[in-house]
């Protein structure tokens, strides 16, 4: 009975871990003559999911602080340069591999950046 017990705790531990993962596909609308997106993208309904597992780390304790309710004033402007995600510092982070995101999910915090890094 211990075992069997033991043995759902860590299932349940290996459950939940694996529930904080973001699952959400996000596909822009993009213009067809040249491919460029033309939806609003927002912090608020857009990259703000992308980011919820991040405040695991980004908790305060850590710059920059992505917990719910700070996240979008301790990334705007300190690591996001508004119009230009080429020269952003979290762009840049992200797009040397930290925490894998993968290329769709780049891609929209790029055009997010791009936009404008609306709220």
Known sequence: MKKLFQ???????????DSC??????????DDNDGSAIEEVTYNNDIAPIFGFCSNCHDGG????LREGNAYNSLVPTYVTAFDAEVSPLYLKLIEGHQNLPAIRLELVKTWIDQGAKE
């Open 21 to 30: 993962y973001y699952d959400s596909i996000y596909e822009p609308i993009t």
């Open 7 to 17: 043995t759902l705790v860590i299932i349940g531990i290996c459950l939940s871990l």
């Open 62 to 65: 850590q710059n920059p602080d």
